[in-house]
């Protein structure tokens, strides 16, 4: 489906997320990956990706979704967030002037490497799927006929009509919360806020889609304990307490200069939004068994120990119960 309006002979709206960028015939917009060609917007990524990578699936971050399976990853160029911090700037961003190969991959082909490598899922990623939807969609179909799974990595920056579509094809999600408040996502997204939560309870009420949410820690800017504790009550209020939270570490890159995120800023977001009452909150980027294990809701023993991106015992029956209290652990396993 084509999300674009005509304004005038010359000019088309893309309607595919909230910034309508208007184009004239040859115009890219904001995301440099869709472009007017001949009165259509389309994809000028389309097919083309920067390259393709096996991973395990807690990297995504996904820690409720089949642990210590392994899932091929893959992104374009472009992106229709304008983060200043963003870590994979080279991909994202058109003024990044580093020289990215791109090579072709029809859906076909990713989606039969996928099964020749035994990954339980392909991961939309790196830079945002939002950007090159039509090329997600096309290879989630290949992937399902082939009994692979499908996952989106997203700022969950888009429009209702494309988000239903895009979003139908999909089995897991992680979505990018950058921060809770909108003076935030102008700032330092150059996007907003609401959009995103939209997204959010959209999945939650719309779709069986396994949702787990990343937010990336700057300090003195979206670690305050007022606006950990607004986010985590929004999360339990909007999406249940049983919502899967990551906390990640920030590094230097683009155009900020704020230092890397301590590791105690994790630590006390985490325990923050346990203490207004999510049951799984993680911190990532950092190697640490405890804030990485998941603990049951009920009787708090450890159900999934990991170190780094490795499950290293599983504590579920096959009705995925906790084995000590029969607790059920919110997941797909």
Known sequence: MKYQKKIDNETLQCEICPRFCKLKVNQEGFCFARKNVNNEIVSTRYGKTTGLAIDPIEKKPLYHFYPNSKVLSFGTLGCNMGCLFCQNWHLTKKDSNILIEEKSY?????????????????????????????????????????????????????????????FSYIDAANIDLKGFSNEFYQKNCLASLKPVLDTLIYIKENTNIHLEITTLLIEGENDSDKMLKKQSRWLIDNLGDDTILHFSAYHPSYKFNKDKTKVSTLFKARQIALDEGLNYVYCGNIIDKNTSTTYCKNCKSPIIERNGYQALKINLDGENRCVFCKTTCKGEF
Request: positive net charge; aromatic residues 12%; proline residues 7%.
């Open 106 to 166: 029809s859906p076909e082909i990713i989606a039969a490497i996928a099964k020749k490598y035994q990954c339980k899922s392909i991961a939309f990623t790196y830079n945002d799927p939002v950007v090159f939807y039509e090329y997600a969609i096309d290879t989630a179909i290949c992937a399902h006929k082939k009994n692979i799974k499908t996952v989106l990595v997203s700022a969950g920056f888009i429009n209702p009509k494309p988000r239903k579509e895009l």
